[in-house]
DNA sequence: ATCGTATATCGCAATTTTACGATTAAAATA
DNA sequence: TATTTTAATCGTAAAATTGCGATATACGAT
């Protein structure tokens, strides 16, 4: 760890638990995959296809915006809503290495 | 989507939400880390070097549990953590599939 | 049997999350 | 200009999360 107590956490554990937090509810998961399976903006189809109410995914969107892994701009009266490149391509990185380095050490896992 | 309004969300999109969830707390990333780093089970000494009250970073060691993620073994008055092998790779395999599923798609990406 | 130690649980407070309907703001359209 | 449409925000309620100290439990050691 390596930390005094009074440091409180590492940039990084408190990004990877900030990205994963943003992931952390299944609405927002099926927000991603929507993205991702256009493969382009969508605007509000988001709310035609989900069991939400429009004020509730308005808040998922805006959870997910404030992790950086999406965007929005406005156009028109509409929005339209894409995945983040860069920040896709942190989170693959980051959670991919740390989901690694689990792995990795569980070969010689005492239980 | 392919999901009726009515069916909320799939066992899938649950899972990851539930998993990421389990990481979305920089004590429980930290805490990961710690049992990883060791190799083998540790146990009280997670209290000793995180900046939180023992009963707080039990909370957090529930939360783990919950999720699977981590297992616990009572080892007369201590009690034994060590990463779950199993569910390890299996978030392993399901969250890097989902990144690289989102990272893929940002090729193709509007904005 | 008693004491000390480790850890889980309880009770509580503060904060955050989730969800919704209602409202607002801004743009497009009639 | 008036109306409609899209999406954000507001207000609110319920539930969950986070954190802590205090307490309980259970085991090991004396």
Redesign the pocket.
């Known amino acids: 760890m390596a930390l005094n107590k009074a440091e409180l956490f590492d940039d990084k554990q408190k990004r990877i638990a900030e990205l994963s937090?943003a992931l952390?509810?299944p609405?927002r998961i099926a927000i991603l995959q929507l993205l991702a399976e256009r493969a382009n903006c969508i605007?509000?189809d988001i709310?035609d296809e989900l069991p939400?109410?429009?004020?509730?995914i308005?808040?998922?969107?805006?959870?997910l915006k404030k992790s950086g892994i999406i965007k929005?701009e406005?156009d028109?009266?509409?929005?339209c809503y894409c995945l983040n490149e860069e920040v896709v391509e942190e989170f693959n990185d980051i959670i991919t290495a740390f989901a690694q380095d689990l792995v990795i050490s569980t070969t010689q896992n005492c239980c």
């Open positions: 937090k952390a509810h609405a605007c509000g709310t939400l109410a429009q004020s509730t308005s808040q998922h969107l805006k959870a929005g406005v028109g009266v509409r929005t």
